[in-house]
Each structure stands twice: as structure tokens, then as C-alpha cells.
């Protein structure tokens, strides 16, 4: 996977082959870890880790359990997009789910949208 660079995470859609259902969701390519602050010091010490955006198969209990049930080759793994920022992921993955239907239609997984977004306006 060729990734844009300055891109922290992307939007991706996973389709059961058998059924035909699919999966609207979003990743962050690293995770952030605190270290214990140095001897004298009060401020944790922080650090990037990849995450496991490789083999990440998304939040939902039913296509998770579909996908133990049928194995992994019946699904295929597609991003959509690349994105710069938290604010644009959370936005982009909305807007898919949304421009899909998919919150309300049977051809998806999805059932649950959680959206905080702040948008900074000088």
C-alpha cells in the first residue's frame, strides 16, 4: 500500500464476498503512548507506535463474527481515502456513511455513528 505522505489514517470499506454486505470505517496508521515522566520530572513522556492498521478488521461485533465464522479470504479489504488530520478522518468517514444509507440499509454492517468533530475557524 502506497501511503500518501503526511496522511495519519484512512477511510475503508470491507465487503463480505458471500453476502454482499459491507463495512464503512476509519483507522489511524499510529497510536500514541505515554512513557512514565523522567526522574525530576512531571510530564509523561510521549511516543508514536504503528498501529494495527494492517489486519484491523473494524468495530462491528457482527461482521467481526462473520468474519471468524467464514474465514478471511471471503472478505476484501478497500481504502477509500487517504486523509491529513483527525478533523477530515472523522469527516470523511461520516460522509461516506452517510452518502451510503448505510446507518439504514441491511447491505451493511454499520449500526452505530459516533461523531465529535471540531472544526479550529480563526
Given amino acids: 500500500t502506497n501511503i500518501?505522505?503526511?496522511s495519519i489514517g484512512f477511510v475503508y470499506i470491507i465487503t463480505n464476498l458471500k453476502k454482499g454486505k459491507k463495512y464503512i470505517g476509519a483507522k489511524l496508521l499510529e497510536n500514541k503512548k505515554k512513557r512514565k515522566p523522567l526522574?525530576?520530572?512531571k510530564n509523561a513522556r510521549r511516543y508514536k507506535?504503528?498501529?494495527?492498521?494492517k489486519t484491523y478488521t473494524g468495530s462491528s461485533p457482527?461482521?467481526?463474527?462473520?468474519i471468524e465464522k467464514e474465514t478471511i479470504?471471503?472478505?476484501s479489504f478497500e481504502i477509500i481515502s487517504f486523509?491529513?488530520?483527525k478533523l477530515l478522518l472523522a469527516y470523511w468517514e461520516t460522509k461516506t456513511i452517510i452518502d451510503h444509507n448505510a446507518l439504514f440499509s441491511n447491505e451493511y454492517y454499520n449500526e452505530v455513528l459516533n461523531l465529535r468533530i471540531r472544526a479550529r475557524k480563526d
Fill in 4 to 6: 500518501p505522505e503526511g
Fill in 49 to 53: 507506535v504503528e498501529s494495527n492498521w
Fill in 39 to 41: 526522574k525530576g520530572r
Fill in 83 to 85: 486523509q491529513p488530520s
Fill in 73 to 75: 479470504k471471503n472478505f
Fill in 62 to 66: 457482527k461482521l467481526n463474527e462473520d
